[in-house]
């Protein structure tokens, strides 16, 4: 080993370590690697800038502005309010109506927040109906990881799998090209939750649920990054309609040009941010007050690791060690042990981490097969974002998981069958959609 793939290497076990022990913020962890990284010469300044300039950040943080600018607007408020009224004229039906209106906006915008907002609704519509919020909490962060996937957009796994695959030399993939996997595996996991949560959740007595909202004085932990005050989220807005039309216009105008191929995800929400801004929709303050640094620079150090692990060799090492291991497996073979591997890795560290590590590794191994690296990139997207045997794999798990007053085997016990479920269903769903 050469000495720069020695440094990467020891960066990259110190950054793994503190990440698991969790003792640190994820983002400084991330900072602090690259900083290492960046000193010592692995990686050159021009390539940690063009790190935290990448398209990912640029898209998400947008994003993350035009979704601000539509909560400030106050039309997420009424659409609870909406959904409120339907639960208590279907009853626990609605409650499950209400988890796939939820779902569907977690297709397009960061599940974090819609989560922090959703799951006091979900608590207390399910409180007035008699039963017990167990059964709908989990079910709620589960089913916003799996629409997450059904969209290039809905989770950041996946514009960060893009990211790194572009940097490996491969096409960009289109908004909705993931989608023929995230339906599926979204629809076998949600009749999944339907079927079983009410069995495996619903059995504790509900006076044991903790009392209060999910607002509390000190900010949200999230992987030890803050996702910003939960107060933010529960404060009622009214609904100022100009606001609300213009910013909705926007946002589903940067959707639709990105799906047209008119410019990519990146440059309409860039363009998009910046109109609400012209518009006064949202001020320039507020749009900073939306921005989540602490997400987006954990993603932009992780970019800068993977970028040292290119550039030193290690991922093609590493690559040529998995490789060595399937050796004489067919490509299908070889997608299902890359796909396991994923999920295995983002139940221990988090999707951003996994999504750096893996996606050089499955370009290599689709290379080394002499197939298209599509589905194995495909793979690694849905993979790395399937984190549900854990509270910790995801950060949506983690904020059910204090709300609902969960154990830890709670999450296993509900989460592991849904990882095989939807590890199969992918799986079958990868080969139907991206052959080989």
């Given amino acids: 080993m050469t000495a720069d ?11 793994v370590g503190a990440l698991v022990w969790d003792k640190i913020r994820a983002d400084v962890v991330a900072l602090t690697g690259a900083a290492v990284l960046l000193m010592t010469g692995v990686v050159r300044p021009v390539d940690v800038q063009g790190a935290f300039a990448s398209p990912a950040i640029i898209a ?40 796939a209106m939820i779902g569907s906006v977690s297709c397009f915008l960061n599940s974090t927040p819609i989560v922090v907002l959703g799951a006091p609704v979900v608590r207390d519509v399910a409180k007035t109906l008699k039963l017990s919020p167990r059964r709908f909490l989990i079910p709620l962060s589960y089913v916003t990881i799996l629409t997450g996937c059904c969209t290039l957009i809905g989770t950041s796994t996946n514009l960060l799998v893009d990211d790194m695959a572009s940097v490996s030399g491969q096409p960009r993939f289109g908004m909705f090209e993931v989608t023929p996997v995230g339906v599926p595996m979204a629809i076998a996991g949600g009749i999944y939750l339907f079927l079983v949560s009410g069995r495996l959740l619903g059995g504790r007595h509900e006076d044991e649920m903790p009392q209060g909202d999910i607002a509390v004085v000190e900010p949200l932990q999230i992987h030890s990054a803050q996702v910003g005050d939960a107060t933010v989220f529960a404060e009622k807005r009214p609904l100022v309609w100009r606001k609300a039309i213009i910013a909705l216009a926007t946002f589903l105008g940067a959707v639709a040009l990105a799906t047209m191929g008119v410019a990519p995800i990146a440059a309409t929400a860039f363009a998009g941010a910046v109109l609400l801004i012209l518009l006064r929709v949202i001020s320039a303050d507020e749009a900073y007050s939306g921005l989540k640094p602490e997400i987006l620079i954990l993603i932009a150090g992780m970019v800068v690791i993977g970028i040292a692990m290119d550039e030193s ?50 370009v290599a191994l689709a290379e080394s097969l002499g197939v298209s690296p599509r589905p194995f990139l495909v793979a690694v997207m849905m993979a790395a974002s399937a984190a549900f045997a854990t509270p910790f794999g995801y950060q949506t798990n983690v904020i059910v998981y204090q709300m609902g007053g969960y154990r830890y085997m709670d999450f296993v016990r509900i989460g592991l069958p849904l990882n095989l479920i939807t590890c199969a269903v992918a799986i079958i769903a990868i080969d139907y959609a991206f052959p080989f």
């Fill in 5 to 15: 793939q020695i440094l990467t290497l020891v960066v990259l076990a110190a950054v």
């Fill in 60 to 99: 998400l943080a947008s994003l993350f502005v035009i979704a601000y600018a539509l909560e400030l607007s106050g039309l997420l408020d009424r659409a609870i309010a909406a959904a409120v009224m339907m639960c208590r004229r279907f009853g626990a039906i609605g409650i499950w109506m209400l988890l």
């Fill in 313 to 362: 060799g290690l991922a093609a090492s590493a690559s040529k060690l998995l490789i060595a291991s399937v050796n004489g497996l067919s490509p299908m073979a070889a997608l299902a042990v890359l796909y396991v591997l994923t999920m295995v890795l983002t139940e221990l560290l988090s999707n951003a981490t996994v999504a750096v590590l893996v996606t050089p590794v499955a």
